[in-house]
């Protein structure tokens, strides 16, 4: 499902026209987002969870030249679902 077909989903299920289901399912994401960087996280009951993970830095190897690189570290968005919404 992209997310054309999760708008149209939505508002089907909720009874909207399609712009107001556009602007629902665009304030949650950007509400999402907006936890997620401020490093609080979002927990969707029923649904899963959003939290940053912290990667640290590390020594990997070019494989085309087999030349030790220094991999900064970084941030990246984790998700895990829940209990709830496993099939």
Do not use: D, H, Y
Not at 63 to 79: N, Y
């Amino acid at each position: 499902m992209n997310k054309t077909q999760l708008i149209e989903a939505v508002a089907a299920q909720a009874s909207l026209t399609k712009a107001q289901a556009k602007a629902a399912v665009e304030a949650t994401f950007g509400a999402v987002k907006a936890a997620v960087e401020a490093g609080e996280g979002a927990q969707i009951l029923g649904f899963g969870n959003f939290s940053v993970n912290e990667r640290p830095a590390r020594t990997g190897v070019n494989p085309r030249t087999g030349e030790k690189v220094q991999i900064a570290a970084k941030k990246v968005v984790k998700f895990k679902a829940s209990t709830a919404f496993s099939l």
